[in-house]
């Protein structure tokens, strides 16, 4: 059983920041991914940015530059800090914790919603 909760979202106006947590428990094996997705209504969800145990950060093209990524490995935690937020980035994000590689599943958190103000 794995459970994934998420804080951080909120309303914030264009330039703004904000920081999304996410917290992993429960069974959790490495090698495995974090990192975060995001989904707006009727489009699908979207990658955000994904960092392995050790390896390289993978960023959307949209955010690269005002994102960052990192990850607790000892606490299972992986954090989102958002700058200079657009009205685009306005959506619903998810946490993920990815441990298919390893034939452990891929786990989702609740979602959190980030609203951006132009």
């Known amino acids: 059983q794995v459970q994934l909760v998420e804080s951080g979202g909120g309303l914030v106006q264009t330039g703004g920041s904000l920081t999304l947590s996410c917290a992993a428990s429960?069974?959790?094996?490495?090698?495995?991914?974090m990192g975060w997705y995001r989904q707006v209504p009727g489009k699908q969800r979207e990658l955000v940015a994904v960092?392995?145990?050790?390896?390289?950060?993978n960023y959307a093209d949209s955010v690269k530059g005002r994102f960052t990524v990192s990850r607790d490995n000892s606490k299972n935690i992986v954090t989102l800090q958002m700058n200079s937020l657009k009205p685009e980035d306005t959506a619903v994000y998810y946490c993920?914790?990815?441990?298919?590689?390893?034939?452990?599943?891929?786990?989702w958190g609740q979602g959190t919603q980030v609203t951006v103000s132009s």
């Open positions: 960092l392995p145990t050790v390896g390289t950060t």
């Open positions: 993920l914790l990815n441990m298919r590689t390893i034939g452990r599943g891929i786990y």
């Open positions: 429960g069974s959790i094996f490495s090698p495995n991914l």
